[in-house]
T-cell receptor, first 115, second 115 residues
Framework: AQSVTQLDSHVSVSEGTPVLLRCNYSSSYSPSLFWYVQHPNKGLQLLLKYTSAATLVKGINGFEAEFKKSETSFHLTKPSAHMSDAAEYFCAVSDRVSSASKIIFGSGTRLSIRP | EPEVTQTPSHQVTQMGQEVILRCVPISNHLYFYWYRQILGQKVEFLVSFYNNEISEKSEIFDDQFSVERPDGSNFTLKIRSTKLEDSAMYFC?????????????FGDGTRLSIL
């Protein structure tokens, strides 16, 4: 069975400081891992994905995530937060075995940016 | 950039009534999905659809739910007799290939309110 745990329900940082959103996963198979962002009243936008290539994945808007198999983690980072980064962030996992794999989402982390 | 579009953005329905949520996936995509997000909770998988049949469904997707691709462009979710607990945001998604190769692209969702 697959699952995702997002360790923080809410993270608040000052503008210009680093962002760290934590995610741990559990998967029976080689996982595909994703980070999605959801702005208010909008859908889920893909930030980045890991599908077995490089373990350090770069995404849009300056975000990146590192796949660490030994720690079963896929934490999302950004060197310098911007006010527009305020949103809900979801870590997600899918196995790479099924033909039309569902995505399992974490419970989300709300990121607030202080001026 | 091509988008997944969902209509309506907000649907209000009396309990016990049938409701149809509509989605237009990205035109060259072959895999289609519905997810839901109850207010304040995580995004949950409902069903995946490929080659005109359901590939996988969750335990949430009971006999009250059905999906259909009535023509070459639309993908619909029908709830036959709505309950109060069906109130949620419903997201449609599509992907060109399986999720191991291509991520799922999400629409902005339909907010379903059951009175």
């Amino acid at each position: 069975a697959q699952s995702v745990t997002q360790l923080d329900s809410h993270v608040s940082v000052s503008e210009g400081t680093p962002v760290l959103l934590r995610c741990n996963y559990s998967s029976s198979y080689s996982p595909s891992l994703f980070w999605y962002v959801q702005h208010p009243n909008k859908g889920l936008q893909l930030l980045l994905k890991y599908t077995s290539a490089a373990t350090l994945v770069k995404g849009i808007n300056g975000f990146e995530a590192e796949f660490k198999k030994s720690e079963t983690s896929f934490h999302l980072t950004k060197p310098s937060a911007h006010m527009s980064d305020a949103a809900e962030y979801f870590c997600a996992v899918s196995d790479r075995v099924s033909s039309a794999s569902k995505i399992i989402f974490g419970s989300g982390t709300r990121l607030s940016i202080r001026p | 950039e091509p988008e997944v579009t969902q209509t309506p953005s907000h649907q209000v329905t009396q309990m016990g009534q049938e409701v149809i949520l509509r989605c237009v996936p990205i035109s060259n995509h072959l895999y289609f999905y519905w997810y839901r997000q109850i207010l304040g909770q995580k995004v949950e998988f409902l069903v995946s659809f490929y080659n005109n049949e359901i590939s996988e469904k969750s335990e949430i997707f009971d006999d009250q739910f059905s999906v259909e691709r009535p023509d070459g462009s639309n993908f619909t979710l029908k709830i036959r007799s709505t309950k109060l607990e069906d109130s949620a945001m419903y997201f449609c998604a599509s992907s060109e290939r399986t999720v191991s190769n291509q991520p799922q692209h999400f629409g902005d969702g339909t907010r379903l309110s059951i009175l």
